[in-house]
């Protein structure tokens, strides 16, 4: 058995009590409503999925990251031109039931640096995320699991995260970080106004495994940008609260659709 298979074990063990532990605030499985505040419908964003992104990931360098996706219109990889430690490439693994149940942050194709194991409520909704971290040195001494609450529209709004391990440091306090939404359905994020966010549709919403990654459901943009597509998502993600894809600005996003 190696050393992934053994760890994996203990955070399923550590998992399944922290779990058991833990209240989870969740009600309606609802999904959240296409409506955005100045349209009353948008058009089936499942049909304009991202397929490249072009981002700053230095001074002088521009790195493109090509999207692909599986049979049912999943994420199955977001690949760099140039993989490496500030942009890994990203693959997703799901079970028979279509459901994420693993995330991997690799530089390159092989060298796996972080990723996440996934357990699931009765409503499909992930409550346990948990995530083995790598050092640098072919170890994994960072463990985190998260258990997760949602409110009454899908939208995770309250992590429990646990450290299990810290390399050779004592562990790291608790966390419970919190996600609230304005009126409009957008994300608070500290020093940052409300208004800033434009009128048009955030990409994310493309797909609830980017919503979840992120841990963002807003759904419009964090600032009004310089151009949209005919349907009115973003041809960039500027500022840097809008983050996609390893915390590094998106100059640029080229969608499926026109």
């Given at each position: 058995?190696?050393?992934?298979?053994?760890?994996?074990?203990?955070?399923?063990?550590?998992?399944?009590?922290?779990?058991?532990?833990?209240?989870?605030?969740?009600?309606?499985?609802?999904?959240?409503?296409?409506?955005?505040?100045?349209?009353?419908?948008?058009?089936?964003?499942s049909?304009?999925?991202i397929?490249?992104?072009?981002?700053?990931?230095?001074?002088l360098?521009?790195?493109?990251?090509?999207?692909?996706?599986?049979?049912?219109?999943?994420?199955?990889?977001?690949?760099?031109?140039?993989?490496?430690?500030?942009?890994?490439?990203?693959?997703?693994?799901?079970?028979?039931?279509?459901?994420?149940?693993?995330?991997?942050?690799?530089?390159?194709?092989t060298?796996?640096?972080?990723?996440?194991?996934?357990?699931?409520?009765?409503?499909?909704?992930?409550?346990?995320?948990?995530?083995?971290?790598?050092?640098?040195?072919?170890?994994?001494?960072?463990v985190?699991?998260?258990?997760?609450?949602?409110?009454?529209?899908?939208r995770?709004?309250?992590?429990?995260?646990?450290?299990?391990?810290?390399?050779?440091?004592?562990?790291?306090?608790?966390?419970?970080?919190?996600?609230?939404?304005?009126?409009?359905?957008?994300?608070?994020?500290?020093?940052?106004?409300?208004?800033?966010?434009?009128?048009?549709?955030?990409?994310?919403?493309?797909?609830?495994?980017?919503?979840?990654?992120?841990?963002?459901?807003?759904?419009?943009?964090?600032?009004?940008?310089p151009?949209?597509n005919?349907?009115?998502?973003?041809?960039?993600?500027k500022?840097?609260?809008?983050?996609?894809f390893?915390?590094?600005?998106?100059?640029?996003?080229?969608?499926?659709?026109?």
């Amino acid at each position: 058995m190696n050393y992934i298979h053994k760890l994996s074990l203990v955070i399923l063990s550590a998992s399944l009590f922290i779990g058991s532990c833990t209240k989870s605030d969740i009600s309606s499985t609802s999904t959240l409503s296409k409506t955005i505040s100045d349209d009353a419908t948008t058009p089936d964003l499942s049909k304009c999925k991202i397929r490249r992104i072009y981002q700053q990931t230095g001074p002088l360098s521009v790195e493109s990251a090509l999207f692909t996706y599986n049979g049912a219109g999943n994420p199955y990889s977001v690949r760099y031109s140039h993989s490496g430690t500030s942009h890994p490439n990203h693959f997703f693994f799901y079970d028979s039931k279509s459901r994420l149940k693993e995330y991997q942050l690799r530089w390159g194709d092989t060298y796996i640096h972080e990723f996440h194991f996934y357990r699931y409520n009765d409503k499909n909704q992930i409550i346990i995320d948990s995530t083995i971290r790598s050092d640098a040195n072919d170890a994994y001494p960072y463990v985190d699991v998260s258990t997760i609450e949602y409110d009454n529209l899908g939208r995770v709004v309250k992590e429990t995260i646990v450290n299990l391990k810290n390399g050779s440091e004592p562990l790291n306090a608790t966390r419970r970080p919190t996600y609230t939404y304005d009126s409009r359905g957008n994300l608070a994020v500290a020093l940052w106004k409300s208004s800033s966010y434009d009128y048009k549709i955030n990409p994310l919403r493309q797909n609830a495994i980017f919503q979840f990654i992120f841990r963002n459901y807003s759904m419009n943009n964090a600032a009004v940008q310089p151009k949209y597509n005919s349907i009115g998502l973003p041809l960039s993600m500027k500022p840097n609260n809008d983050q996609f894809f390893n915390a590094v600005e998106t100059l640029k996003v080229i969608y499926d659709c026109q």
